[in-house]
Nanobody, 125 residues
């Protein structure tokens, strides 16, 4: 059974940093496109950052460019999201997602096959 387990969320002040991780099991992690999405209360789930299977293609949501960095360690089946210069508007539940039938990430949540349980990120002003 495929599992994606996120960790690293928490409460941080504006300008602070957090590093999220997502450990995958029972999937072809190294051949799968991976992504981070987030969902704030009352809002739709939105794409934050993605990674191609080899890690070379990494698209970002415009508002996080220059602040967030997605990376992956295929040997450890783990995806990361380094978040710096956090803002209150970054507050949301962050989800890790895997697309096992594609190697290039997309922006659409419905093209991903598996999801983690989510980790809460709260940025106080």
């Amino acid at each position: 059974q495929v599992q994606l387990v996120e960790a690293g969320g928490g409460l941080v002040q504006t300008g602070g940093s957090l590093r999220l991780s997502c450990a995958g099991s029972e999937l072809n992690f190294g051949e799968s496109a991976m992504a981070w999405f987030r969902q704030a209360p009352g809002k739709e789930r939105e794409f934050v950052a993605g990674s191609s299977a080899n890690g070379r293609i990494t698209p970002y949501k415009d508002s996080v460019k220059g602040r967030f960095t997605i990376s992956r360690d295929n040997a450890q089946n783990t995806l990361y999201l380094q978040m710096n210069s956090l803002k209150p508007e970054d507050t949301a539940i962050y989800y890790c997602a895997a697309a096992v039938r594609r190697s290039i990430p997309t922006f659409n949540w419905d093209t991903y096959d598996y999801w983690g349980q989510g980790t809460q990120v709260t940025v106080s002003s």
